[in-house]
């Protein structure tokens, strides 16, 4: 999700790594004849043929490249398809928009749901290029509501479209998606995987947990495990800034930090590579960044120093001083500022205000971010919320089924903490861990050097379609992905990613920039 200092949805096809998977070609009905297929509770608004670099996006495309696990396929490079959009109305208040685009040649037989950042708000078409190259069909909504992927104020008094936000959107998407991928090719998806970072990871955990069935393998990036408690530490981080006047200006200071923390902790895995790649062994204190005497560019004031304090610092009840929500890892600090990459310091964002708290769950376009209390406000706050946006570890149904879930969080994520991510997969090896070996249908893999989603120091650019694959369809679990870092439009360095709690272990000899020189290791 684009969350606090978050920037966008992870999509995770890098092309060259895995290959290009279509093995069939297919001749389709004529895609002008979806304008009259008959679907429940849904009206078809758009049927109509797209010529190679005809499309012309309702929004411009990102340019084209990786970017970190978010490669972007340019509008004018992709391949012919069947355009297929339609209006959902599950409730008299729904009206979930969505799109379907099909290949019209060499479909490979497969069908992946693409996931939202943020609060969602519209369909993010430069997602949706990336798997139409590679042969899928592909489908994308805006979960029922159109507006900024910050703005909440949706569901001010519109319960119905909060519920089509929170699970029911994607999975009506992904039935009347079904459907029309049968009705153009003439028959039904062999497979069918969803991919979703942020939102889309909140996505991806409530597509296993509520609707087993509808995918075969889901790839779920940097989810929030409880979008309250999450919306509350950005919150408590703002008051906190406020109430000290501690804001790290100038963006220097970020850069000062950053080198301080790799200084001390960067060899503790036993490399200097500019990136720490289990930020857990780091115990930096910013403490002893502060300034001896008056501020300058080499120091951080008394108020900075706590500010940085409360990034790294969980969020606890004040009463009973139990975990709300974990803080930030050591390491990621130079883009915690980082307004074009990362969304911007989460204190000072749109998510600081409260805006998932006022709007959706208190109901109050009114309510005041600096008198929120965390012992009893947020108490109120969960039994408002019902469960809807916080994450289930029931996910028995679907593992039980064969399904394969392949959860990744970035190390350095200045918006959702990644420390969330572990204790959530610990929560469902607990939940489900004695009753089959969940580790054969889901792991978790921490990206070290990525931030929200994308981007980062570290090597970023992985492909978790292709490990998905593999492992639904050849039952060759992920015992490690590669991950690459691209310089100048080249790649300059190669890691593997390791299912948690291993991690990558340099053997000693060979350069550090191969990932052949690696190997996974339990910490």
């Not at 040649?105 to 990336?130: C, D, H, P, R, T």
């Not at 900024?148 to 001010?156: I, K, M, N």
Request: some cysteine.
């Amino acid at each position: 999700m684009r969350y606090g200092l978050g920037s966008f949805v992870a999509v995770g096809f890098m092309m060259a790594a895995s290959g290009d998977s279509r093995t069939e070609a297919t001749a389709p009905q004529s895609c002008a004849s979806l304008a009259s297929l008959a679907l429940p509770e849904a009206t078809i608004t758009i049927a109509q043929p797209v010529s190679p670099g005809a499309f012309v996006p309702p929004r411009p495309f990102a340019a084209a490249g990786p970017r970190g696990a978010l490669p972007i396929v340019a509008a004018t490079a992709l391949p012919a398809f069947c355009r297929v959009a339609g209006t959902i109305t599950p409730s008299k208040d729904s009206a979930i928009k969505f799109e379907v685009w099909m290949p019209t040649a060499e479909w490979n037989g497969k069908f992946v749901g693409m996931g939202n950042g943020g609060f969602a708000g519209s369909i993010l078409y430069q997602v949706m290029g990336a798997p139409l190259s590679r042969g899928y069909a592909v489908a994308a909504t805006d979960t029922g509501h159109e507006g900024a992927s910050t703005d909440a104020s949706f569901a001010l008094g519109h319960r119905e479209r909060l519920i089509d936000f929170a699970y029911r959107g994607v999975h009506e998407m992904t039935v009347r998606s079904k459907l029309i991928v049968e009705a153009y090719y003439g028959r039904s998806a062999k497979y069918s995987y969803w991919d979703g970072c942020s939102c889309g990871g909140i996505q991806a955990f409530s597509e296993a947990a509520r609707y087993p069935a509808d995918y075969d393998g889901i790839i779920a990036g940097a989810p929030a495990t409880s979008m309250t408690h999450l919306q509350a530490i950005a919150v408590w981080r703002r008051q906190t800034i406020e109430a000290s006047r501690g804001a790290l200006e100038p963006p220097s200071k970020l850069a000062v930090l950053h080198k301080a923390v790799l200084d001390a902790c960067d060899a503790r895995d036993g490399i200097r590579d500019g990136v720490l790649e289990d930020p857990t062994r780091c115990d930096f204190d910013p403490r002893t960044l502060a300034c001896k005497g008056d501020d300058d560019a080499q120091c951080l004031t008394q108020a900075q120093v706590r500010t940085v304090q409360t990034f790294y610092a969980p969020l606890v009840n004040p009463r009973s001083h139990a975990q709300i929500f974990p803080g930030l890892e050591r390491g990621g600090e130079s883009i915690w500022g980082d307004q074009a990459a990362n969304g911007g310091m989460v204190a000072q964002s749109a998510y600081g205000r409260g805006a998932w708290l006022g709007d959706a769950v208190f109901q109050d376009p009114n309510w005041n971010y600096k008198t929120f209390d965390f012992d009893e406000g947020l108490a109120r706050a969960d039994q408002l919320d019902e469960g809807l946006m916080t994450l289930s570890p029931n996910l028995r149904t679907f593992f039980a089924r064969g399904g394969k879930l392949l959860h990744y969080h970035g190390w350095s994520d200045p918006g959702i903490s990644p420390r969330s991510s572990i204790d959530f997969f610990n929560t469902v090896m607990k939940a489900v861990g004695a009753e089959s070996n969940v580790r054969d249908s889901y792991r978790l893999f921490m990206v070290p050097g990525m931030g929200h989603c994308f981007g980062g120091e570290g090597p970023t650019a992985f492909d978790p379609i292709g490990a998905m694959e593999r492992w639904v369809e050849e039952g060759r679990a992920p015992d490690r992905i590669i991950a690459s870092r691209w310089t100048d439009g080249k790649v300059d360095r190669t890691r593997p990613l390791c299912p948690y709690p291993q991690v990558a272990d340099y053997k000693g000899t060979g350069t550090t920039d191969d990932a052949e020189n690696f190997v996974c290791r339990a910490k």
